[in-house]
């Protein structure tokens, strides 16, 4: 299994301004993914970062506001850029790793609340 | 579409009654459904799959392609049971992307 750390676990931040989340694991991986979850609903994929190449983002989510970097096989930043109170989630780095099911591991996400 | 529904937001249920969380899906092909729980202040973390059919914690799911369905039942539940339980669909997109349903919250009373 694969054991991810995010940081911070929890952020309060003026409109207006960025947060740089970061996630780590504790084994190479290929695949990492960013998710968030609004209050009281479920997880919607923000994008799939690639090792060595652009983020793959999903519909609805633009690189301007969710840039993201992948500098190795074990880490990833995902920023939130120009925030809104909209922008209130919990972000979540996932990964899959092990054989042969690949499976999906979750961080304990980032609480961001934007006032 | 591809699409996951989890029609009940939350389900209420005594200790050692049988529980079912629905999940149905819209897949074109052979889809590959997962159950994952949310504990209270745990992370999200698998709790089966389909593809290798085994009993976690008592629980259990079929996948029903005539029925488009993915449910997961257990036969008593316990208190410890409670919690938030997400169904989830790997997109054909490829990059063993997870496509989830809202979320049931199971809560299990004494």
């Known amino acids: 299994s694969a054991v991810i750390s995010q940081k911070p676990s929890r952020d309060i931040c003026q409109r207006g301004t960025s947060l740089t989340i970061q996630c780590q694991v504790d084994?190479?991986?290929?695949?990492m993914f960013w998710y968030r979850q609004q209050p009281g609903q479920s997880l919607t994929l923000i994008a799939t970062a690639n090792q060595g190449s652009e983020a793959t983002y999903e519909s609805g989510f633009v690189i301007d506001k969710f840039p993201i970097s992948r500098p190795n096989l074990t880490f990833s930043t995902l920023t939130v850029s120009n925030m809104s109170p909209e922008d209130s989630s919990i972000y979540l780095c996932s990964v899959t790793s092990g054989i042969p099911y690949n499976e999906q591991f979750f961080g304990p996400g980032t609480r961001l609340t934007v006032l | 579409a591809q699409r996951v529904t989890q029609p009940e937001k939350l389900l209420s249920v005594f200790k050692g009654a049988p529980v079912e969380l629905k999940c149905n899906y819209s897949?074109?092909?052979?889809?590959?459904l997962f159950w994952y729980v949310q504990y209270s202040r745990q992370r999200l973390q698998l709790l089966l799959r389909h593809i290798s059919r085994e009993s976690i914690k008592g629980f259990t799911a079929d996948l029903n392609k005539g029925e488009t369905s993915f449910h997961l039942k257990k036969p008593f539940a316990q208190e410890e049971d409670s919690a938030m339980y997400y169904c989830a669909l790997k997109s054909s997109g490829g990059y063993n992307k997870l496509i989830f349903g809202a979320g049931t919250r199971l809560a299990v009373h004494p």
């Open positions: 084994s190479q991986v290929t695949m």
């Open positions: 897949y074109s092909g052979s889809p590959e």
